[in-house]
């Protein structure tokens, strides 16, 4: 923690912050709203391809491991505050993407932090730390992976180029009544978009027309830096200028344009000069995964789960439209398989799909998660298991497939199984919420008590809940079953835990 042995606390919305850490917090949060701010574009130079020196990123103003300390912060607030997504799938795809972009940045070795948002709107954001969010709104509505991977580049950007820090440096004035302004209007904002904008505005009007124009050199910055992230990691470099141009394109007659128009303003000189600086760049791109049109007809199955419009008829008309692009219709068969399935129960029909696919695709990792989803809601509990021990055998590395392995084992009552194999994911593929969860879980029915409270204990305190995970280690800790390791694990955990909540 930053701050140490401080009574005096405040709190804005239910968000409690130490009196040391709040100036902190002031001036870092002034720097993640004023990097959104809108404008008309400065008169003259606005084409320039040369960026103006903004000075070393983040200078000495705020060390990377201060950053790092607020951005995990900063991220217990968004678990608790945003609905992130926990679909397996397209979270692993994700989190690929953004590792491969992340590898080819300018600071391949910060640790970057990739997670989608369940929310209809077309937005992504940066968090100090290297945290990076997209909305599931935005992943469907780009219409290739350089797209997507262009809005994944820009965020990284302003993160490599540390640009929260760098705003820090020129914020320092900004006082306690800002901050919570500001603090409130994002917090809001999570859940009402216009009251929180109209809080936040209410607050700084004055330091963003001060400081304006820095904030538009940082949004030409990270749009110049993403595009050859975009180039050097194998995507079309066109890719983030294209997809900002339709954005602009369809929201110049919108009632209520994008959420990230109004995060990320855009001018046409700002899309201008990246589309020279692709044009620049532009050779044939040489990287594809091929999971994007999948994760995009995933997505839209999911999406009409709750909706009045049918998924099978959304997926059965871009059939009818993908006859001359094999890739289109691809996505389209397994996205009607899973909507027949899910929707109408026609899981024989489903199945029929997917040999179809893999007749003509190969056995894709979306192709053995989907038969193995299906097996498994249409009962079939031992072939789905088979399912996913082949995609596991294909593609060792995906946590996808070892996550949904498990979690059909704990379905079909071999807990003990589920809870090797989840111990062994957690080890090597670090602890997200949703694997801690069904750990927890597994570790439960399997008879490991003291080891299932402690991570459950693990799950809330990841999500920032100290109260509720000290509760389950007082669990873990009273246990007639914990052993002596299991207790000295509990114990000390919760004297680090309570330490951190009286910093």
């Known amino acids: 923690m930053l701050c140490r042995n401080s009574s005096l606390r405040f709190q804005v919305l239910g968000v409690a912050m130490s009196a040391c850490l709040r100036r902190h917090v002031a001036a870092l949060l002034a720097a993640a709203l004023l990097l959104a701010a809108t404008s008309p574009a400065t008169a003259g130079g606005a084409d320039r391809l040369e960026l103006p020196q903004l000075g070393p990123p983040g200078g000495n103003a705020l060390p990377v491991y201060k950053e790092q300390e607020l951005g995990a912060e900063a991220m217990q607030k968004v678990r608790q505050q945003l609905p992130l997504l926990n679909d397996p799938e397209v979270n692993e795809y994700i989190a690929d993407l953004g590792t491969r972009l992340a590898s080819h940045s300018e600071r391949p070795g910060y640790n970057y932090h990739f997670f989608v948002i369940d929310s209809d709107r077309i937005n992504a954001f940066a968090l100090p730390g290297g945290h990076v969010g997209i909305h599931t709104g935005l992943i469907r509505e780009t219409r290739t992976e350089s797209e997507l991977a262009g809005v994944l580049a820009h965020e990284i950007a302003h993160v490599s180029r540390r640009h929260i820090a760098r705003r820090y440096a020129r914020a320092k004035q900004l006082n306690l009544q800002t901050a919570a302004a500001i603090l409130a209007g994002i917090l809001v904002g999570s859940q009402n978009p216009q009251a929180g904008s109209a809080a936040v505005m209410a607050g700084i009007a004055a330091p963003i027309q001060q400081q304006l124009a820095y904030s538009r050199s940082h949004e030409r910055e990270a749009d110049r830096v993403g595009v050859g992230t975009l180039a050097t990691a194998g995507f079309d470099p066109d890719g983030m200028p294209s997809f900002f141009q339709r954005l602009a394109d369809a929201s110049r007659y919108a009632e209520k344009p994008p959420v990230y128009l109004s995060t990320h303003p855009l001018t046409e000189s700002r899309i201008t000069a990246a589309q020279n600086t692709a044009a620049r760049l532009s050779t044939e791109a040489s990287y594809v995964s091929g999971r994007h049109p999948f994760i995009r007809a995933r997505l839209q199955v999911l999406a009409n789960e709750e909706a009045s419009t049918s998924a099978v008829a959304i997926m059965r008309d871009r059939l009818a439209r993908s006859s001359d692009d094999p890739t289109a219709r691809a996505a389209a068969l397994y996205g009607l398989a899973l909507a027949l399935s899910r929707e109408e129960g026609r899981h024989a029909q489903a199945l029929a799909l997917l040999d179809t696919l893999e007749t003509v695709d190969g056995e894709r990792l979306h192709v053995l998660l989907g038969r193995g989803e299906i097996l498994r809601a249409s009962g079939r509990t031992e072939e789905a298991l088979q399912a996913y021990r082949e995609a596991r055998a294909l593609y060792p590395g995906s946590g996808a497939a070892t996550y949904r392995h498990a979690e059909t084992l704990l379905a079909a009552g071999q807990a003990e199984k589920a809870h090797r194999e989840l111990s062994r994911a957690a080890r090597e593929q670090g602890r997200s919420l949703p694997l801690l969860r069904l750990l927890?879980?597994?570790?439960?029915?399997?008879?490991?008590?003291?080891?299932?409270?402690?991570?459950?204990?693990?799950?809330?305190?990841?999500?920032?809940?100290?109260?509720?995970?000290?509760?389950?280690?007082?669990?873990?800790?009273?246990?007639?079953?914990?052993?002596?390791?299991?207790?000295?694990?509990?114990?000390?955990?919760?004297?680090?835990?309570?330490?951190?909540?009286?910093?």
């Not at 402690?454 to 800790?477: S, V």
């Open 440 to 503: 927890a879980e597994a570790a439960h029915a399997s008879g490991h008590e003291a080891k299932g409270y402690i991570t459950l204990a693990r799950y809330h305190h990841t999500r920032g809940d100290i109260e509720l995970a000290i509760a389950q280690l007082n669990n873990a800790i009273r246990h007639a079953s914990a052993n002596d390791y299991q207790r000295a694990r509990a114990n000390a955990l919760k004297a680090r835990w309570q330490q951190q909540g009286h910093d």
